[in-house]
């Protein structure tokens, strides 16, 4: 039997498949850490280049951490060549201060959800005289030694 994506090795319905968390590169100091932990940046359509805390505005997005020294190399350094606008850098006074506005409110947090265990629906139960057991996996047919 072939093993189905996120559904481990013997293919069974009850093995949890694990989240992956986006992953981004900060154009100050090129740290990788998780799309939540790191601020975009985004040149919008009409060439205005602001804060975006929400991540999801149009335009290119370029992401750097929520700390003045990184925000300041990005500055410096590769942030209007990520975002494509190497001819505006006359906005960036105006992007310092809606950096230090996004930097005054605290960082967005998304709840934790906590869930909990499903029971087993009644027809997976097989009934025996020792009580409840799961049913088992299903096993191979015409592999026990037949030649």
């Given amino acids: 039997m072939t093993a189905c994506a996120g559904r481990g090795e013997e293919g069974g319905k009850g093995v949890a498949k694990t989240r992956r968390v986006p992953q981004r590169t900060c154009v100050g100091c090129g740290e990788v850490q998780g799309k939540r932990e790191l601020l975009r940046i985004v040149r919008t ?85 020792h009580g409840p057991t799961r049913t088992p996996s299903r096993q191979r047919r015409g592999s026990a030694g037949v030649s």
């Fill in 45 to 129: 359509p009409e060439g205005v280049i602001t804060c975006d805390p929400t991540g999801k505005r149009n335009g290119r997005g370029a992401y750097v951490h929520r700390d003045r020294a990184c925000f300041d190399r990005a500055v410096s350094g590769r942030l209007l060549k990520a975002l494509r606008a190497d001819d505006q850098a006359a906005q960036l006074p105006t992007l310092r201060e809606a950096f230090s506005a996004v930097l005054a409110t605290p960082a967005p947090r998304r709840p934790q959800v906590h869930r909990a265990p499903v029971p087993l629906p009644d027809h997976l139960i097989a009934r025996n005289r």
